[in-house]
């Protein structure tokens, strides 16, 4: 297994705290496995029939470049061989090399599966025509062919089909049907989908629909006709001449939706994922979960980004013990490919007595001795910069967030700045992975509470954002507002958040929008700001009546 530490140590037990109870009740079955992230390297095309978009071909020729090979699988066609041959031409013409062309010059039969199957070892592209879809499910089923297609995709491969061809690329796969979906199985090439075709030409909107409310959890998909939807990693991108419907079904906090994406348009498959696995779960992450905003144990020390004067410095060491402090690094807010496992330079020069930084990310990794025991023996934690939705996509549903808890649970501190901060409170702002303009990112709305019932903002009046939070807290009454100005952070022990640094921080209730609409909070940094409780640098508020103390 692969961990980078710069401290080794041993292991510690599995937790076992109120709050570890609370957070199961709080999540059903579904909603506590990890979630897989960062997809797979290849690329998955699914193209709605009719004309096919030239980027289509263009990216097949790339993929299989010029020592590579395509398979086609024509098995979807009622006459297999003469598809095979179509699809070869039209390969061709796109600039393809006829050698480097599989096709298909003789009926299916067990020869011919063990030959195909035996090209896909090697093939860079497979090339999927249309036809009937569950004519090409079955004519493989009971065989290797989706988990080759699987390691395809694994090594960096392309999978492109059309009308059937991207009907069979999701599990769930609506076979046939007007109105009412026929469900059947299909390959798991786009997980967590079921994709419809030839969408808006053909009125499917309401079968797909369907499906997806008979399968929560999953995200309909529906291509136009003459488009295209390309997926690789997590990224999701749609070409040619039409849309790209996007399917999520109604839940008891929010009604079904439909998302239209245009040619060009960008998507993150895995947040759209996230998000119909949330419906699905039914927990609505605008209401507190874990009780009032208090940290009965422990302390929080919140900053706003924009640099650490020496006032919060000296308050987190002496929080984590002093010069005996053990601190854990988690700069695990940037892809891994970014991090840097240098202690920062304010710790370096805290003179504590060890400082360890840890990279681990998903169930396995931090199930680690070297990642469990460090967590264990801590007395501080440092969350560090970056984007708070790669904290979620590192730890949300594995021990780890347990064993955060339990070093509050034994008097230690929690600290981080900028995305480190917001990831504190129990609503994430900002969490959307293609921009930090989104307030509120479905999928990514879930931090890891150690304050809870709160949703903390940051960078605040430096950037103008006094507006941004207020529609937070008006579609989610129940949650405390925070605003975090740059080199500032509040110390939270208790109910009582002391303010500690060179600005102000900010804090809102519902009570003080009464009568507002959403059209009419204000959208002008003065006007915004007069709706905030400001607590000066020095000063403290209780958070439960937002009194100054």
């Known amino acids: 297994m692969r961990t980078k530490s710069q401290t080794v140590v041993c292991s510690v037990v599995l937790l076992s705290c109120s709050w570890l109870t609370s957070i199961a009740r709080a999540q059903t079955t579904s909603d506590r496995a990890f979630f897989e992230y960062s997809g797979r390297p290849g690329t998955v095309i699914a193209a709605g029939g009719g004309d096919l978009p030239p980027e289509i071909a263009a990216a097949v020729v790339q993929a299989v470049g010029d020592n590579g090979s395509v398979v086609i699988l024509p098995d979807a066609a009622e006459d297999p061989v003469s598809a095979a041959a179509q699809a070869a031409d039209y390969l061709q013409k796109a600039g393809v090399k006829p050698a480097a062309i599989v096709g298909r010059s003789t009926a299916l039969d067990d020869v011919v599966r063990g030959q195909v199957l035996q090209a896909l070892v090697t093939a860079q592209a497979v090339w999927i025509p249309g036809g009937q879809q569950s004519r090409l499910y079955e004519a493989w089923q009971n065989t290797t062919l989706e988990s080759s297609l699987q390691a395809l995709l694994q090594r960096g491969g392309m999978i492109a089909g059309s009308s059937a061809g991207a009907a069979i690329m999701s599990r769930i796969m609506i076979a046939s049907g007007r109105e009412a979906p026929q469900l059947a199985t299909g390959w798991d090439l786009i997980p967590g989908a079921i994709v419809d075709q030839h969408f808006s030409q053909r009125n499917r909107i309401a079968r797909s629909q369907q499906a997806v409310s008979l399968h929560p959890g999953t995200t309909g998909l529906g291509v136009d006709e003459g488009t295209a939807v390309l997926l690789t990693g997590r990224t999701l991108r749609t070409v040619g001449n039409g849309n790209v419907t996007i399917l999520l079904g109604a839940t008891g906090y929010r009604p079904a939706e439909t998302i239209v994406l245009p040619a060009g348009a960008i998507a993150d498959w895995t947040q759209l994922r996230r998000?119909?696995?949330?419906?699905?779960?039914?927990?609505?992450?605008?209401?507190?979960?874990?009780?009032?905003?208090?940290?009965?144990?422990?302390?929080?020390?919140?900053?706003?980004?924009?640099?650490?004067?020496?006032?919060?410095?000296?308050?987190?060491?002496?929080?984590?013990?002093?010069?005996?402090?053990?601190?854990?690094?988690?700069?695990?807010?940037?892809?891994?490919?970014?991090?840097?496992?240098?202690?920062?330079?304010?710790?370096?020069?805290?003179?504590?007595?060890?400082?360890?930084?840890?990279?681990?990310?998903?169930?396995?990794?931090?199930?680690?001795?070297?990642?469990?025991?460090?967590?264990?023996?801590?007395?501080?934690?440092?969350?560090?910069?970056?984007?708070?939705?790669?904290?979620?996509?590192?730890?949300?549903?594995?021990?780890?967030?347990?064993?955060?808890?339990?070093?509050?649970?034994?008097?230690?501190?929690?600290?981080?700045?900028?995305?480190?901060?917001?990831?504190?409170?129990?609503?994430?702002?900002?969490?959307?992975?293609?921009?930090?303009?989104?307030?509120?990112?479905?999928?990514?709305?879930?931090?890891?509470?150690?304050?809870?019932?709160?949703?903390?903002?940051?960078?605040?009046?430096?950037?103008?954002?006094?507006?941004?939070?207020?529609?937070?807290?008006?579609?989610?009454?129940?949650?405390?507002?925070?605003g975090l100005d740059e080199a500032t952070a509040i110390v939270v022990q208790g109910s009582k958040a002391e303010v500690v640094g060179q600005h102000s921080a900010h804090f809102v209730r519902a009570d003080r929008l009464q009568g507002l609409t959403a059209e009419q909070l204000p959208k002008s940094v003065d006007e915004a700001a007069k709706l905030y409780v400001t607590i000066p640098n020095g000063g403290s508020i209780d958070l439960l009546t937002l009194q100054p103390q």
């Open 275 to 482: 998000a119909a696995r949330q419906r699905a779960a039914g927990v609505d992450p605008g209401l507190p979960q874990f009780g009032p905003s208090t940290v009965s144990k422990g302390a929080l020390v919140i900053v706003g980004g924009g640099g650490m004067p020496q006032s919060i410095v000296d308050r987190f060491v002496q929080l984590a013990g002093g010069e005996n402090a053990n601190i854990v690094v988690l700069p695990t807010a940037v892809p891994r490919d970014q991090t840097d496992l240098r202690i920062p330079g304010f710790l370096a020069r805290a003179g504590v007595k060890k400082v360890t930084a840890l990279d681990q990310r998903g169930p396995e990794e931090v199930s680690s001795d070297t990642f469990r025991t460090a967590l264990k023996e801590a007395t501080g934690i440092w969350f560090g910069g970056g984007r708070q939705w790669n904290f979620v996509d590192a730890y949300e549903n594995t021990d780890a967030v347990a064993a955060f808890h339990e070093v509050l649970q034994r008097g230690g501190v929690i600290a981080g700045s900028s995305a480190g901060a917001t990831i504190q409170g129990e609503f994430l702002v900002r969490g959307h992975p293609l921009g930090n303009q989104v307030m509120m990112a479905e999928g990514y709305e879930r931090g890891f509470a150690f304050l809870p019932g709160s949703a903390i903002d940051q960078h605040f009046a430096q950037r103008g954002r006094q507006p941004d939070l207020l529609p937070v807290i008006q579609r989610h009454p129940q949650m405390l507002g925070v």
